[in-house]
Every structure is written in C-alpha cells, then in structure tokens.
C-alpha cells in the first residue's frame, strides 16, 4: 500500500467492522477459553471494545505520520500493523488478568495460545479492509498540503488549484487560484523536496515546476501559458511537455 486516506471516518468503519467481527469469533469460537471463563457475552463485548480502541489509537497515529510526512509506504503500514498488535496484546492481557476475567495464563502463555491464535485469523482481515477499502473510498475534498522548513510554511489547497512552482534560493514560491484569481505563497524550502512530495509536478526548467492541468499553449518555443501566468521553459526540459 503506498496510498493512504487519511481521513479518521473511513478507519473508524474499520475498525467497526472488525470489532464486530471479533465478538461474533469470540462468542462462537471462543479462542480466550483457558477454561476458567463463563461469561462469554460480557467477554466477547468486551474483547471486541478492546478492539476497537487499539485500532482507533493506531489509526490516530498513522494519521499524525502522514501529515508530518505527507506520504505513506510498505514501511509505515508494516509499523501500524505491528503496533495494532503489541498494542491489541497488551490491553486484551491487562483485561485477561483483571478482576473480570481473573485468567490464569501468563503473558507468554497467553500470547502463545491466545493473541496469536486470534491475530492469525484477525490480521488477514484488517490488512484486506485497509488496502481495499481505502483504496475504494475517494478523498473527495482532493487537498494536497505543502510544508516548508518553519511551523508557520503550510499551505493547504486544492490540487486542481496549483498552478505551478518557482524556485528562488532557499525558497519556494507557489502559485495558485484563490476563489478564481491568482495568488502566491512563498516558503522556504527546496524545489527538489517538493517535487519529491508532490510526484505529479513536472519540470519545466531549473527554477520551475507545473501542474500539467494548467498548461494552455506555447507562446515560444521558450515561454509556455500556464492558468493566469506565463514561464519560462529550459531546452533540457522542453520534452517533458511535448511528450
């Protein structure tokens, strides 16, 4: 998976979906059963709650690692996944352990015979959630964020918006439509790093980075018109727009 919605409604379906699915597991197949525990309602409802709250707290961390780095990978999915898990053994043994329950396994024992027995059969259906879910559910608000070197560099608009972007020393200035008129943000930051973050740019020039959508015409064979604005086009880069 190298794409990522990141909004917390469509993960907290998720996790509904697959709290659901672990009372009904632990109800019928009961795979907590060290042969102490009864109450099979209250521990199914309550082994379910559990999952839901380890899969809402790593969704709102993942959240705040691709806002911090606007992308997302097989790295920080295995990193998610790995932490619904230490997360998903640690609270399900604190309940396993506490009055309610009064289990007699230790953590071992019981991430050997339990955790691991339910995660097997868990953990195919978090990772087909996530990558097909997500993946069906468009951003429908299509924002992109650009980030500079100073807390106060941010600037969230509309990808259909950005126009183009300049480079300027250690800094970056960012055209874009504001309610229809052209308008300009300057950060610092490089234009390299943002062609990195934002992969659908395209380079025109040294200094120059556009959004394909907003190409009219060449007025030259070295200046094209872009959405309210001209620039100039390198020779070495010229057929990055002709292809």
């Given at each position: 998976?190298?794409?990522?919605?990141?909004?917390?409604?469509?993960?907290?379906?998720?996790?509904?979906?697959?709290?659901?699915?672990?009372?009904?597991?632990?109800?019928?197949?009961?795979?907590?059963?060290?042969?102490?525990?009864?109450?099979?309602?209250?521990?199914?409802?309550?082994?379910?709650?559990?999952?839901?709250?380890?899969?809402?707290?790593?969704?709102?961390?993942?959240?705040?690692?691709?806002?911090?780095?606007?992308?997302?990978?097989?790295?920080?999915?295995?990193?998610?996944?790995?932490?619904?898990?230490?997360?998903?053994?640690?609270?399900?043994?604190?309940?396993?352990?506490?009055?309610?329950?009064?289990?007699?396994?230790?953590?071992?024992?019981?991430?050997?015979?339990?955790?691991?027995?339910?995660?097997?059969?868990?953990?195919?259906?978090?990772i087909l959630a996530r990558f097909f879910l997500i993946k069906l559910i468009p951003d429908k608000k299509d924002t992109i964020i650009i980030k500079g070197e100073s807390k106060l560099d941010i600037l969230n608009i509309h990808k259909s918006d950005l126009i183009c972007i300049k480079s300027s020393q250690n800094y970056v200035e960012i055209f874009f439509l504001l309610n229809g008129q052209l308008s300009s943000k300057v950060i610092r930051s490089s234009l390299k790093k943002i062609q990195k973050d934002l992969d659908f740019l395209i380079q025109v020039h040294r200094s120059y980075l556009i959004n394909p959508p907003h190409f009219k015409f060449w007025k030259n064979q070295n200046t094209i018109t872009l959405t309210q604005i001209e620039i100039p086009v390198s020779k070495s880069y010229r057929n990055s727009i002709l292809l």
């Amino acid at each position: 998976m190298n794409k990522l919605n990141p909004s917390m409604k469509y993960h907290l379906y998720i996790g509904a979906f697959i709290s659901l699915w672990v009372f009904v597991f632990a109800f019928f197949i009961r795979p907590f059963d060290d042969g102490t525990i009864f109450k099979w309602g209250q521990t199914s409802i309550s082994f379910s709650l559990i999952t839901f709250l380890c899969y809402g707290i790593v969704a709102i961390l993942q959240k705040a690692i691709y806002q911090k780095r606007l992308k997302w990978n097989a790295g920080f999915e295995i990193l998610i996944l790995f932490l619904f898990y230490l997360f998903y053994s640690i609270f399900s043994y604190v309940f396993y352990k506490g009055p309610v329950l009064n289990g007699t396994y230790n953590f071992s024992e019981f991430s050997a015979k339990i955790i691991l027995k339910s995660l097997l059969i868990l953990m195919p259906i978090i990772i087909l959630a996530r990558f097909f879910l997500i993946k069906l559910i468009p951003d429908k608000k299509d924002t992109i964020i650009i980030k500079g070197e100073s807390k106060l560099d941010i600037l969230n608009i509309h990808k259909s918006d950005l126009i183009c972007i300049k480079s300027s020393q250690n800094y970056v200035e960012i055209f874009f439509l504001l309610n229809g008129q052209l308008s300009s943000k300057v950060i610092r930051s490089s234009l390299k790093k943002i062609q990195k973050d934002l992969d659908f740019l395209i380079q025109v020039h040294r200094s120059y980075l556009i959004n394909p959508p907003h190409f009219k015409f060449w007025k030259n064979q070295n200046t094209i018109t872009l959405t309210q604005i001209e620039i100039p086009v390198s020779k070495s880069y010229r057929n990055s727009i002709l292809l």
